[in-house]
Structures are given as structure tokens and as C-alpha cells.
């Protein structure tokens, strides 16, 4: 299963085994983090957090300095202190001893966990003490449970390699059952996504299991993803999206006697956590303030959760019903949970049954076409795992073989300033406001030929409708970099083509015309958004109506001229509209067969002027590409969308119907004005689609090959 099963029949089986466990209620802990060291004697190959004590930035906290930590967190309302660290003589068995009696004093309430199994083994030898005599005593002054690290992987093969200093897998195993056998509930870690391989995994989970089995005392397995920093083990990156989605997910069904699993968010990006607790996860963990293993190994910080608040919204967001507890799963909630809003379509327990849907499912997977009415039908009932099962097998008939695809472009815009000034828009300057900017076409040519020494193959040119820049301009942009640049040129949205054509006074065909002449090779589907007049009006009133987007695209169509389109969702439109967009770019395929790909990604409404009802999430976006695969039946490639979902759920996307990881872009500005800051490299994209199962296959704008990645 682990090595085989697709990515999204796995993640629908261990959501089931989560949900018969739990229901909707979803997990987390109001912790904060106290490391009273980075030295240690262990010096592992796999930390990035151990430092010597030469560096310029070891330390070691003196039970003064936990005091005033301590002080700083009492009116935190936490529900966790989770003390764990690195191993030196000096922090005995009595400097734990006094930590944990001013924790007690000091945060009365909160559960105190910590301490690896490593720590523990340790400081009892120093002690001379058995771990029994040394557990006592911690448990004697608050010690209330035993966090899950240092248990890496268990396999000697593997740990001998990335751990060697540590204790063996039967030690740490004995730590834990001693602490068992005292009552004290503990966790269990699994560092994945390093040198290990499938068995290992399994083979790690197989002990945990049998211990299990023994003394029933594990509250929660954490699968943790190794946070290469190209340092430690000398790894370039660590587990992607899909490689985490799956080992939750066989963690979830192979430890059938773990009442949880916990997937930390200080280790990966919210949306690929919002995606992991509908794959089997029911616990993210917790705000884990001033933690700082993590960060030293590389963990992306901007994903942090600071407050309890902000993980009830993010899992009400996701759907679930959040659950305030501590690491021993107390019912600590006075007040009863939130509702979980609808996470794209109707939650799991509103659901028409599947008989409602299973029927058309069943006709779109014997290739039958989708009507609207179908389509909202499934986008609203049918659980997201189970479309991109059917989505998966129905890109396998359309793009046969193994290859994922990507280009390797360059995005520019041009210009900044506009005067349509679209609500959701964060990129844009008016006119004289100071902020605007304009390259001149000589600039944009060199933009261009840097990026072409680079090895892109591919430019897109967008920008603002800047009516000092007339048509000519753009010509001398284009025939610029015609006539100096062997790149192909992917430039120009149906809405800045339709401003050119109105301030020249000339068609939209007259106008395709003349940028065809100077160079203009292809469209991108920029501003299509959602073509419902309804929304435009809503979102951007100054801006193209839907059917005169189609009709540039269809002009642009008819002059032999590829494009591809777009979506954006998550203005508050409804699923008919969002299914009417679809049909519209399908209708327009059935004419004229133009589209080469689509391309959905989701409103980012930050540093804009417009609201949206809910920020639309991982989950959400892995529909709406399953979607897009079973409507757009007549249009080949359906490209993933990394700048607003982040490298890992965009690798996603492509075992949910996509074919395509898009393009590298090397810069991109309009996304990023909304505080966005995802970025990859031709390297990591190669990774990732590799990653998830595919070959890599770098690809022109037109969809010839024109390198297949040998497999490793
Ligand atoms: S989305 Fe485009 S047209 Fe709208 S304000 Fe931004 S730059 Fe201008």
C-alpha cells in the first residue's frame, strides 16, 4: 500500500479509519516550548539544532532563565509546556528536578511533557539511577507525559547511519514501557523523508504496533518530516507533500491500536496540514511558541500557528469540529466546540449517500461526458478523496504514460500601474499614485535574454492596463525580444489585448494581428477569474466581461494562435458558477480546440481590497482540479498551481488529474503582492514530480518534450 496504492485511495481509507475513530473532532494544544539547551553530547548526523560550545550561538538555560520563560507564559492560557532538549553533564537529573517543580508552580494546570526517551536513558545512567527510579522521580515533581522524540527510525541499518550516538530501538521501547507500566502516557515519533526506505517504515511502525499491543500507553504517533537543509545527512530536500500524505496515511491504518496521529504544522505549510487531517490525521499538534528545534533545522516559521484561535479557525476552515486538549488528550473545552463550516461541498455527515452520486461517478469513469448539472452535483457531495480517484485514472486516459511535465519560463510583468483596479487585485498601482512602475522595452528584452542564458524556454509578459503604454509598445517589447532572444513568447491576457485594441481604435482581430507580426507566439489565460458576469460585477467592474474574454480567446484561436485558460476561485461565487465557467472554456474548446491547458489556483485575499468568506484551503483546491480533469474532457493538459497552493499541494494536484507542475517562472510578482512567497527551482521541480511517482519531462510551451529526466 505504501509503496502502490494511488495517493488518493490511500488517503480516503485512512480518513475513513480516522473518522470512525473521531468522527470530525480534530486535535490541538496550546503549547509552549522550552529547549534549555542546544549542546549535546550526541551530536547527530540528522540535528541541525545541536551547536558546539565554541558557537557563537550555543546556550544553555539556567533555572533563572526558565524562571523568568516561565513567568513570561503564565497568562498564556496554555494547555502545554513541552520541554525537550539537547543532552549535557550539566543539566542532571536535579536541574530537571527544580525545572520541573517551577513548572508546576509557575503554570499550574498545564501538562508538562517532555523529554525524549534519549534524555531520560541518559540522565538516568549519569544519575545511576534505573529509568523506573528516574521516571519516578519526574513524575514526583509534574512530570505528566513523555513527548515521542528520538525515536527516528528503529531499523539499525538506518539509525547506526543518522542517529548512531543515540540509544538502540529496544532501549528507547523499553523507556517508554517502564513509563507505560508507571501510568505515564507517552508519544512516538518516526523521522521519515531521509535515507530510509519504504520497509523501514513499516518495520518502525511494526514495533511501535506490538508495544501497543503490550501496555496500550502510546496517546499519539507523530510521522515527522525530515527538515533537510542541505547540512544534515547532506539531504537537498526532505519529504514531499505526497510522501507525507502517505506515510500519515499508512501510519493511520497500520497502527489500528494508536488512538491518534498528530502531523506538526512547525514542520510543513498549513495547506498541506489542512489536507493531512482529511488523510488520516486528527491532531495538528500545537502552537509550540518559542520552539526552536525546527526552526534551526530550516521549518517554514510564516506557517505558524501563534494562537489557540487561529488553529480553531483554521480547522473550522477545514471543516472539522476543533478540540482544545493537552498531549494526554484531557477534555479540557468548557464551551462547546464551533461548527466546522462546509469545506468544499457538504460536510462528511451532511452528504447525500453515495447512491445519490456513485451513478454518475461511475458514467464519468466509463467516459461518459458531465453535465452541469452532474458537475455541481459532484463538486458538492462527493468526498474529494474519491473524485480524484476517478480524476487520476481519467488523466491516465487522457495523457497516457508516465511523464509529468513542467516548463521552465520566466514571468515579467511590464507594468504595475492600472486603471481597472480589480478588488482581489494586490499588484496593482493607479496611475500617479507614486507606486507604478513601467520597463522600457530595451529593459524587457534584457530581462529576457538573462532569463533565456538561464535555460528558459518560455516568457510570459503580463502587466496592468497602463494607458501610456499603447500598442507600439508591446510590439517593440515583442519584436525585441523576436529578433534578439531565442525564447518562445507566451505573453499578453485577453483582457490587456482587448484594452490595446480599444486605445488604438482598431479590432481585437486587428490587434492579434499586429503582436502576431511582432513576435507574439501564444496566450496565457490570465484575468478569465470566474467568467460569471454576476462575479465580474462584483470583483471588478471595470474589467473584460466573460464573453468577450472567450471571444479574444476564440479570435486568438481562429488566427492559429495556442492558449491556454485559467480560473480563480474563492470570491464567495457559488459551485453553478464555478461549473459555468468551466462549461463556457469547454464549449469554447469544442469549437475551436485552442486550449492547450487550464489552469485553477485560489483567491489569496490578503493586501486586497476584498473580503472573501472563507479562505479556500488545500482540500478545496485538490476538488476543484479533480473537477476541472472530469469536466474539461476535450482539453489536454490541466497544469498544477504552486505560487497560490505551495510546491507540496501543487505536487498533489497531480495525482488528483493534473499532468502538468506548470512553469518554474524564476520571479513572480502578481501573487506575491498578496504576501505569498512560495518559490522552486527547475531542481526541486524535477524532485517533486518525481517524488509523486512521476517521470519528469520538461516540456515546451506547446507541449512538445524536450527532456525526459532519466529515472534515479
Ligand atoms: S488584475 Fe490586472 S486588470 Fe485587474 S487591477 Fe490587477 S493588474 Fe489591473
Request: proline letters at 5%.
Amino acid at each position: 500500500m505504501l509503496r502502490n496504492m494511488p495517493t488518493a485511495e490511500l488517503m480516503a481509507r485512512a480518513d475513513a479509519v480516522r473518522r470512525a475513530r473521531h468522527g470530525n473532532k480534530t486535535y490541538y494544544v496550546h503549547s509552549h516550548n522550552l529547549n534549555p539547551t542546544n549542546r549535546c553530547v550526541a551530536k547527530c548526523k540528522l540535528c541541525s539544532f545541536w551547536r558546539p560550545e565554541s558557537a557563537e550561538d550555543a546556550y544553555v538555560t539556567t533555572l533563572e532563565d526558565a524562571r523568568r520563560n516561565l513567568e513570561k507564559a503564565q497568562n498564556w492560557d496554555l494547555t502545554d509546556l513541552h520541554i525537550v532538549g539537547g543532552m549535557i553533564p550539566e543539566l542532571d537529573l536535579e536541574y530537571y528536578e527544580t525545572l520541573f517543580s517551577l513548572a508546576r508552580e509557575l503554570l499550574p494546570g498545564v501538562l508538562l511533557q517532555g523529554m525524549t526517551a534519549v534524555e531520560i536513558h541518559w540522565i538516568a545512567g549519569n544519575a545511576g539511577l534505573s529509568v523506573r527510579e528516574t521516571l519516578e522521580r519526574l513524575m514526583a515533581v509534574g512530570f505528566g507525559s513523555i513527548s515521542g522524540g528520538g525515536a527516528e527510525i528503529f531499523h539499525p541499518d538506518i539509525r547506526d547511519k543518522i542517529a548512531g550516538q543515540k540509544i538502540s530501538a529496544q532501549q528507547w521501547l523499553d523507556v517508554h514501557k517502564t513509563a507505560h507500566e508507571l501510568g505515564l502516557p507517552t508519544n512516538a515519533t518516526m523521522l521519515f523523508g531521509h535515507i530510509e526506505k519504504d520497509e523501514h517504515i513499516i518495520d518502525h511502525l511494526s514495533w511501535l504496533r506490538t508495544l501497543q499491543d503490550e501496555t496500550g500507553g502510546f496517546q499519539a504517533a507523530i510521522p515527522l518530516p525530515f527538515q533537510a537543509n542541505g547540512e544534515a545527512l547532506g539531504i537537498q530536500y526532505g519529504p514531499s507533500g505526497d510522501r507525507q500524505v502517505r506515510v500519515a496515511a499508512i501510519t493511520r491504518l497500520y497502527l489500528d491500536n494508536f488512538p491518534h496521529v498528530r502531523m506538526l504544522v512547525n514542520y510543513m505549510d498549513r495547506k498541506l496540514l489542512g489536507v493531512l487531517t482529511h488523510s488520516g490525521v486528527d491532531d495538528i499538534g500545537g502552537t509550540s511558541l518559542d520552539e526552536r528545534v525546527a526552526k534551526a533545522a530550516g521549518a517554514p516559521q510564516s506557517q505558524k500557528f501563534f494562537s489557540a484561535d487561529e488553529m480553531e479557525e483554521f480547522l473550522v476552515n477545514h471543516g472539522h469540529t476543533p478540540v482544545l486538549t493537552n498531549s494526554v488528550y484531557e477534555d479540557l473545552e468548557s464551551d462547546a466546540p464551533s461548527e466546522p463550516i462546509e469545506c468544499g461541498g457538504a460536510p462528511t455527515e451532511r452528504r447525500p449517500p453515495a447512491s445519490a452520486w456513485k451513478p454518475i461517478l461511475g458514467r464519468v469513469e466509463a467516459g461518459q461526458r458531465l453535465s452541469a448539472e452532474d458537475a455541481v452535483l459532484l463538486h458538492d457531495t462527493v468526498p474529494f478523496h474519491e473524485l480524484g480517484r476517478v480524476a487520476d485514472l481519467r488523466r491516465k486516459q487522457v495523457v497516457p504514460g508516465k511523464l509529468a511535465t513542467y516548463v521552465f519560463d520566466k514571468n515579467l510583468n511590464t507594468t504595475n500601474i492600472c486603471t481597472t483596479g480589480c478588488s482581489f487585485c494586490a499588484f496593482y498601482a493607479d496611475p500617479g499614485s507614486g507606486r507604478g512602475y513601467a520597463l522600457t522595452p530595451e529593459q524587457v528584452v534584457e530581462v529576457v535574454k538573462k532569463a533565456a542564458a538561464a535555460g528558459a524556454t518560455q516568457i510570459l509578459i503580463q502587466g496592468g492596463l497602463n494607458p501610456d503604454l499603447k500598442l507600439d509598445y508591446y510590439e517593440a517589447c515583442l519584436s525585441g525580444i523576436r529578433d534578439h532572444v531565442d525564447i518562445w513568447i507566451h505573453s499578453l491576457s485577453p483582457t490587456e489585448i482587448e484594452f490595446l485594441a480599444q486605445e488604438e481604435g482598431i479590432t481585437i482581430r486587428e490587434c492579434i494581428q499586429r503582436l502576431k507580426a511582432a513576435g507574439l507566439q501564444s496566450l496565457p489565460g490570465g484575468g478569465a477569474e470566474i467568467l460569471v458576469d454576476d462575479v465580474r460585477e462584483r470583483i471588478s467592474p471595470k474589467k473584460t466581461r466573460s464573453q468577450a474574454w472567450l471571444d479574444v480567446m476564440e479570435t486568438a484561436h481562429d488566427l492559429g494562435l495556442k492558449t491556454t485558460a485559467t480560473m480563480v476561485y474563492g470570491f464567495g461565487e457559488t459551485t453553478a458558477q464555478r461549473i459555468e465557467h468551466l462549461m463556457k472554456v469547454r464549449d469554447l474548446q469544442d469549437r475551436t480546440g485552442g486550449f492547450t491547458a487550464f489552469i485553477p489556483w485560489s483567491f489569496s485575499p490578503s493586501h486586497t481590497d476584498l473580503e472573501c468568506p472563507r479562505i479556500q484551503n488545500g482540500v478545496d483546491y485538490l476538488r476543484i482540479i479533480a473537477m476541472a480533469r472530469l469536466v474539461l474532457d476535450n482539453v489536454p493538459h490541466l497544469q498544477a498551481g504552486w505560487v497560490t497552493e505551495g510546491p507540496d499541494v501543487a505536487q498533489l494536484a497531480l495525482q488528483f488529474g493534473a499532468d502538468d507542475y506548470g512553469g518554474v517562472l524564476m520571479t513572480e510578482e502578481v501573487v506575491s503582492a498578496t504576501g505569498l512567497e512560495h518559490g522552486v527551482t527547475k531542481e526541486k521541480v524535477v524532485n517533486l514530480i518525481r517524488e509523486a511517482g512521476w517521470i519528469p519531462a520538461q516540456r515546451t510551451t506547446q507541449y512538445d518534450l524536450i527532456k525526459v529526466h532519466a529515472e534515479k
